[in-house]
T-cell receptor
Framework: GIQVEQSPPDLILQEGANSTLRCNFS?????LQWFHQNPWGQLINLFY???GTKQNGRLSATTVATERYSLLYISSSQTTDSGVYFC???????????FGRGTSLIVHP | GAVVSQHPSRVICKSGTSVKIECRSL??????MFWYRQFPKKSLMLMAT?????????EQGVEKDKFLINHASLTLSTLTVTSAHPEDSSFYIC??????????????FGPGTRLTVL
């Protein structure tokens, strides 16, 4: 099956810093989503981005489907950004999602 | 829009009992719902895909007689953990796809159910 690799696995930032999270996938995909899992376990939709670039406030994402990767940018990080960020893809020809292992982010005040 | 609820949020039960978890799409129709299991500090593991009006499709290694899934309507899917044992203790999360939205394949997640089996 498709492999989804996220990096870095762990990230510690000072409030106000910028960061880039990466999601590599081993095959073509139909869909790609980025999620933020907060400390209470809720997964929050950040971006639905099978290709192209999107921005939402301090967050933006870019997916280059032909090169099989997606990037999530967090600017001016805040303590509320802490949590785990997951990338999930549907492999080409399937609509069954596969999750990466996530990036655990801690933002210190 | 695109809100998914899950009930209960937390349940503690004795070994050998069965537990039912409900997943509802509140403001859209979900022809497909997914059930995941998550262990501490781990990623989400897909257990099964639930399609309205048909039998669920289970992932390899998931016991379908242990984890009963029913998707009787376009807004409700249930997961029943039968004869629960301590090793079934975990965080169970459902998601739903909103086929009527512009993003046909975007998943929306419920808040999860933490199951503890004593």
């Amino acid at each position: 099956g498709i492999q989804v690799e996220q990096s870095p696995p762990d990230l510690i930032l000072q409030e106000g810093a910028n960061s880039t999270l990466r999601c590599n996938f081993s095959d073509s995909v139909n869909n790609l989503q980025w999620f933020h899992q907060n400390p209470w376990g809720q997964l929050i939709n950040l971006f639905y981005i099978p290709s192209g670039t999107k921005q939402n406030g301090r967050l933006s994402a870019t997916t280059v489907a032909t090169e099989r990767y997606s990037l999530l940018y967090i600017s001016s990080s805040q303590t509320t950004d802490s949590g785990v960020y997951f990338c999930a893809v549907d492999p080409g020809g399937s609509y069954i999602p596969t999750f990466g292992r996530g990036t655990s982010l801690i933002v210190h005040p | 829009g695109a809100v998914v609820s899950q009930h209960p949020s937390r349940v503690i039960c004795k070994s050998g009992t069965s537990v039912k978890i409900e997943c509802r799409s509140l403001d859209f129709q979900a022809t497909t719902m997914f059930w995941y299991r998550q262990f501490p500090k781990k990623s989400l593991m897909l257990m099964a895909t639930s399609n309205e009006g048909s039998k669920a499709t289970y992932e390899q290694g998931v016991e379908k007689d242990k984890f009963l899934i029913n998707h009787a309507s376009l807004t409700l899917s249930t997961l029943t953990v039968t004869s629960a044992h301590p090793e079934d203790s975990s965080f169970y999360i459902c998601s739903a796809r909103d086929w009527a939205s512009g993003s046909l394949n975007e998943q929306f997640f419920g808040p999860g159910t933490r199951l503890t089996v004593l």
